[in-house]
């Protein structure tokens, strides 16, 4: 062991401030400097000085309890704000990541009449199998399933022959927010002539369609 | 057993020593651990971890001031601690209670 990381040893067993700690470490140095100069070898200075352990001990009976005990609070304190900053910031993540729904009438990016028209629209091409519309009218990853298949992948799974349109129901919406995402999701029920369909259908904030499902 | 006693005394009378040793001049830390164990013929062997916090808090109750001195050429700086006023006045009352409690030590031991 050489001489610094023994004193550094040592100062990191005191209980004190750090403003100590650096005169401690000064002022051992500067010992064992003069016990060198005067031909001691570093063994015999710290054989005669004490183990890290003694040395600090020593350090620690004197230093008042004042002191000790604002030093344990201080080294306390050091853990537990940092353990508060990261716990509130996982808290706030997870709430910050975990989608929320809100009423669309608080909504800064939707209004209720224009996801209404647009989700009234979004039926209307898919009844009138306007692809190319629909797909104008999308999220990049939904073009490619704006189809005839999925069309009638989804009509299959109620009715293999719905029927003209007949009427549109009430209209139910929410705002999703995930993380930076504003999505307006909203329900509607279509009654056909064969079948009554409720289509779930999401809009991203610039109302592009986001997701389409229908039960 | 004896070692604990002896411990106990000895911490009691530590103050007293240091500022007894500063009284005739400044000195540093190792001068001072080395001049009570020279002077008390090796009763006293302080260590690092025993005078330093003493000293720390001689200085805190504003009864000795330190200055660290420029080192001269391959001279290590040297922390110089110095009795104050108050550090006087305080050994001087520190001996009145030593001498009263040494006296009455003997006559008890005298008996």
């Known amino acids: 062991?050489?001489?610094?990381?023994?004193?550094?040893?040592?100062?990191?067993?005191?209980?004190?401030?750090?403003?100590?700690?650096?005169?401690?470490?000064?002022?051992?140095?500067?010992?064992?400097?003069?016990?060198?100069?005067?031909?001691?070898?570093?063994?015999?200075?710290?054989?005669?000085?004490?183990t890290v352990k003694e040395i600090a001990d020593g350090f620690n009976e004197n230093i008042s309890l004042k002191e000790q005990k604002r030093y344990v609070r201080n080294k306390v304190l050091k853990i537990v704000i940092p353990v508060i900053v990261i716990v509130t910031f996982l808290?706030?993540?997870?709430?910050?990541?975990?989608?929320k729904s809100f009423d669309i009438e608080q909504s800064k990016y939707f209004k209720r009449e224009q996801v209404e028209a647009a989700m009234k629209e979004t039926i209307a091409l898919l009844d009138a199998e306007d692809y190319i519309a629909l797909q104008e009218n999308a999220i990049p990853q939904m073009q490619s399933l704006l189809n005839a298949e999925t069309r009638e992948g989804m009509r299959g799974t109620l009715c293999d022959d719905w029927g003209e349109r007949k009427q549109f129901g009430a209209v139910y919406m929410v705002e999703l927010v995930q993380g930076n995402t504003h999505l307006a999701v909203g329900e509607i029920t279509v009654t056909y002539e064969n079948v009554s369909a409720t289509y779930r259908l999401t809009y991203d904030k610039d109302m592009r369609l986001a997701g389409i499902y229908v039960r | 057993m004896n070692d604990k006693y002896e411990r106990q005394m000895k911490k009691g009378v530590l103050d007293m020593l240091v500022l007894r040793l500063l009284k005739s001049e400044p000195k540093y830390g190792y001068q001072?651990?080395?001049?009570?164990?020279?002077?008390?013929?090796?009763?006293?062997?302080?260590k690092d971890g025993t005078l330093y916090p003493i000293l720390y808090r001689l200085?805190?109750?504003?009864?000795?001031?330190?200055?660290?001195?420029?080192?001269?050429?391959?001279?290590?700086?040297?922390k110089y601690y110095e009795i104050t006023e108050a550090g006087q006045k305080a050994l001087d009352e520190i001996l009145a209670v030593w001498k009263r409690i040494s006296d009455g030590i003997s006559k008890i031991m005298e008996d």
């Open chain 1, 1 to 50: 062991m050489d001489a610094e990381k023994y004193v550094n040893a040592i100062a990191r067993k005191v209980k004190c401030n750090g403003k100590k700690k650096k005169e401690i470490k000064k002022q051992l140095m500067m010992d064992i400097h003069m016990r060198m100069k005067q031909g001691e070898r570093l063994e015999e200075i710290i054989s005669q000085m004490g």
């Open chain 1, 91 to 99: 808290i706030w993540f997870v709430y910050w990541i975990f989608p």
């Open chain 2, 32 to 46: 001072i651990i080395q001049e009570l164990k020279e002077k008390s013929e090796e009763t006293f062997l302080l």
């Open chain 2, 59 to 78: 200085e805190d109750d504003k009864l000795v001031v330190s200055k660290w001195s420029e080192a001269e050429g391959k001279q290590v700086p040297r």
